[in-house]
Structure formats: C-alpha cells, structure tokens
C-alpha cells in the first residue's frame, strides 16, 4: 500500500515531442505528490509538485495531472529538450505526524530527448 | 531557495573502517531530515529518518548499529558507516523538512561512497 509505480521505465522522445510519465498509488493517505529531475551523479532535484484538491498544475514546460479518483498522477514535458535527458522520479507523503516528509519513491524513468 | 549541503561529495575508505557524512541545512530549521541509499539506475531507498534531538527511525532491513545517524541541530544530521564493506558502497542522498522551507523537501547533492 505504501508503493508508487512508475510507467515507463525509460523513454525516448524527439526534440520539440511530450513526454509522459505516468505514476500511480495506493494509499489514499498521500497527500503531496511531488516529481524529481535527477542527472547522472547530482541529488534528485524538486521538478514540480501537487496537491490532490487541484486536478492539474503547470509550470513552464513541466504539466502534472492528477487523478484523485484513479489514483494515478502524471508528468507532461511540453517541446522537450535534450537538456531535459535525465531520469524522472515521481514520489508521494503524507503529513502524518510520524511521515511529514518522507517520499515514497517511483522505481524512475530515464529520459532520453533526441536532437 | 533553501539549500541542502552535504559533505563529501565523493569519499573512499578502506574495508573495516568508519565514514560519516553531513547533511546540512543552509537556510532553514530542518525539524525531519532522511537518509536515502542509491545504487546505479535504481530508484532512492529510505534507510532512516532523523528528528532532531531524538533517536532516528529506521526502516525494516536497515541496520542501525551499521548506519549510525545522529541529528544533533535542526541544521546538521550525519550518516556514519560503521565497519564499511564493499556492499556498503553506495550513493547516500539526504533530504531535509522544516516548515520554513514551506512544507518542501530539498534534497543534498549526494554523496558517493566507495569501500575499497
């Protein structure tokens, strides 16, 4: 209950395509969904977030979906870039008072942005 | 933004010996920090999390006489390996909360641990 799967393990896209990263829970407890943008050898770095009374966020190039019901949540890179080649974590907490801040993990994906 | 530093980035040390490694908080008050373990084209694991001024919380499997984590402040928490071994060579990733940083978890640059 406490998993996040993540979809696809890796992907290939061309530059200027979407990219999409689908992420899905269990535990109806989650209430802060955040993605990471990890490169080869640095820390994850905080792409995006949501919280689960909004259905969609955006910021810049970066989309999350989120649905509430399916328990799923999702990333969308608008006109990829090769510099967005990374690997792509999605994660999930709630703010329990044992569990404040501490992410649940997507297996991740790789991205690949072809030029 | 908050800023997470950790420190090494890059450490080797022979089998047998002891490591620590440092996660700090730049600028905020981490209440919670976590202690992750990497390895190549994985995801991040939890190994612990760390409330300051109280003993840290382990997850099932980890080995807390091995892994030693002490969170003296609300700016400084520290992983040390005790009795490295090989297996042990891993990337350690920490995170930190505080409710000045907004409710955000920022995470530290990583450190690569090598037990040679």
């Known amino acids: 209950q406490q998993q996040v799967k993540q979809s696809p393990q890796s992907l290939i896209v061309q530059k200027g395509g979407i990219s999409i990263i689908n992420c899905a829970y269990e535990?109806?407890?989650?209430?802060?969904f955040p993605w990471y943008q990890q490169f080869p050898g640095k820390g994850p770095a905080l792409l995006i977030a949501i919280r689960p009374d909004v259905s969609e966020k955006k910021e810049g190039r970066f989309t999350i979906s989120f649905n509430k019901s399916a328990k799923q949540f999702s990333l969308h890179i608008m006109d990829s870039q090769p510099g967005d080649s990374a690997t792509y974590f999605c994660a999930a907490t709630y703010h329990g008072s044992s569990n404040t801040g501490k992410l649940i993990f997507g297996q991740g994906t790789t991205l690949q942005v072809k030029p | 933004g908050a800023v997470v530093s950790q420190h090494p980035s890059r450490v080797i040390c022979k089998s047998g010996t002891s490591v620590k490694i440092e996660c700090r908080s730049l600028d905020f008050q981490a209440t919670t920090m976590f202690w992750y373990r990497q390895f190549p084209k994985q995801s991040l694991m939890l190994m612990a999390t760390s409330n300051e001024g109280s003993k840290a919380t382990y997850e099932q499997g980890v080995e807390k006489d091995k892994f030693l984590i002490n969170h003296a402040s609300l700016t400084l928490s520290t992983l040390t390996v005790t009795s490295a071994h090989p297996e042990d060579s891993s990337f350690y990733i920490c995170?930190?909360?505080?409710?000045?940083?907004?409710?955000?978890?920022?995470f530290g640059e990583g450190s690569w641990l090598t037990v040679v």
């Open positions: 535990n109806t407890a989650f209430d802060y």
């Open positions: 995170s930190a909360y505080g409710t000045v940083s907004g409710n955000t978890i920022y």
